[in-house]
């Protein structure tokens, strides 16, 4: 645990609050400093592209930081060349020989990805993020703060703004973050950032009994619109529902991280009395979809390229569902190219009524996980931060067989020590309250029939 993770823990209440607004100024500030307001300007111009203006576009863009690869990258140089590529072959490379290029596996990126991944000349003044390992394979990436500023962009451009509203909106969220840093912390089930006007619930706390607190901290911030994990919200909202609570009137529910059904928008409309907007991307920053004003989910092509690929690694038709594969166009300082991210999409058809010219998908087929239950009530669907630092872990899968008793699966060479394992257990208890918990190590974790991977598990029923 970080030294400001520790200090935090220990906070009054409202220290803990001109904590995380303290937080919030810098992470503004990184994210919408720089080159952000540039590059705002420029997603927003794009918006309104032509096919072949996109196509142009997308080819420069692809031959540029691929290229840059070629030279700069140690694993793509050698990749590429084990593969027959030269210099003079990626110069010229087309949209239609993209799939020629070789995959870049989940495993590389958590070997490599700060090492033969890295640019020989990065910006020495970003920082690793490190997925949460919630779907399985925890994986650090490099931001830049260029990178960030470009990212925060898109996402203002093609989330935000689709949707109606903006950084500067007052909003709820429900993420990874633990700002209760206890499983067992009382109410508020909630911090505030006073520079974001943001409302963090806690992801961890959801159930029943404290829904009503959650509409009570909306309430006293005058937050417009609720954003994050998908199911998450979801059960807060349920909860809401079943209790009778009357929620505030929102602009907008814009979730993200699982697959969002339309039993999930129904009640949003019911609570919140809005539309619901979903996005898909993830801490890889290669790829963005989302959702605009007349329900398309599109590709952002400036973001990166979309391949949605069969089993043989063509490209699907329309109307069919496909492995996801993702090219980004933002990261020059641990390129991602064709990164087989692990979700899969059905690929949509015909154009949308908004106007703009950017590929449709029909579904996000993603990743359907079991909802885990904790003792008092509460319901969660991911484990942000189980595994984080814990390098030797190269899979991991969490199943619950009881309401008091959870096996966590680990895949991994090298065993785990008795203090990494410790430190699971406790980061578990600490989300879900006191109950078993067995660590088994293994040296393969099986798929399932259908040779995906599921990384959280119930057998309740």
């Not at 959801?206 to 994050?228: L, P, R």
């Not at 907008?252 to 969002?260: H, R, Y």
């Not at 009530?377 to 814990?390: A, D, K, N, P, S």
């Not at 208890?429 to 099986?446: A, C, F, P, Y």
Request: with cysteine; hydrophobic share 35%.
């Amino acid at each position: 645990m970080a030294l400001k993770d520790k200090i935090y823990k220990f906070l009054p209440l409202p220290l803990q609050n001109v904590a995380i607004s303290i937080f919030g100024y810098l992470w503004q500030k990184r994210r919408f400093g720089g080159v952000f307001q540039e590059e705002l300007i420029e997603f927003k111009k794009r918006d309104n592209f032509t096919r072949a203006q996109w196509s142009d576009y997308t080819v420069q863009e692809l031959r540029k930081i691929i290229l840059y690869a070629f030279e700069n990258v140690p694993f793509y140089k050698n990749l590429y060349q084990q593969n027959g590529f030269t210099l003079e072959r990626l110069q010229n490379l087309t949209l239609n020989e993209l799939k020629s290029l070789p995959f870049l596996e989940k495993e590389a990126v958590r070997k490599f990805g700060e090492t033969d991944l890295m640019a020989t000349h990065f910006d020495k003044e970003g920082e690793y993020f490190g997925s949460s390992g919630s779907t399985g394979t925890p994986s650090k990436i490099y931001f830049s703060k260029t990178t960030h500023q470009k990212w925060s962009a898109a996402f203002e451009v093609r989330i935000r703004h689709w949707a109606g509203v903006n950084n500067k909106t007052p909003r709820g969220m429900i993420g990874g973050r633990r700002v209760l840093p206890n499983a067992n912390d009382g109410p508020p089930y909630y911090r505030y950032n006073l520079v974001e006007k943001q409302v963090y619930f806690s992801a961890y706390h959801i159930a029943q009994s404290t829904a009503q607190n959650y509409v009570d901290g909306m309430k006293k911030y005058g937050i417009e619109y609720m954003n994050g994990y998908a199911v998450s919200n979801y059960l807060l909202a349920l909860f809401i529902k079943k209790n009778n609570i009357q929620a505030p009137k929102l602009k907008a529910v814009i979730t993200s991280s699982e697959k969002l059904t339309p039993e999930m928008r129904t009640v949003f409309q019911e609570v919140y009395q809005c539309k619901t907007y979903d996005s898909w991307s993830g801490v890889e920053a290669c790829a963005l979809v989302s959702e605009c004003e007349h329900g398309s989910l599109h590709v952002s092509e400036d973001v990166g390229i979309l391949e949605i690929i069969d089993d043989n690694g063509n490209e699907v038709s329309e109307g069919e569902t496909g492995e996801v594969v993702c090219t980004g166009f933002l990261n020059y300082d641990q390129p991602l190219l064709r990164y087989r991210i692990g979700d899969r999409m059905t690929k949509g058809k015909g154009s949308c009524a908004c106007g703009r010219n950017m590929p449709i998908i029909k579904d996000i087929d993603g990743r359907m996980e079991d909802v885990i239950k904790g003792a008092d009530g509460r319901q969660m669907v991911r484990f942000h931060g189980l595994f984080i630092g814990i390098s030797s872990i190269e899979r991991a899968q969490v199943i619950q067989h009881t309401i008091h008793h959870i096996e966590i699966k680990i895949q991994n060479e090298i065993a785990l020590t008795t203090p990494e394992i410790e430190l699971i257990k406790t980061r578990l208890e600490s989300q879900l309250g006191t109950m078993k918990v067995d660590v088994n190590q293994h040296q393969k974790i099986e798929q399932t029939a259908n040779g995906k991977f599921k990384a959280v598990i119930s057998m309740i029923k």
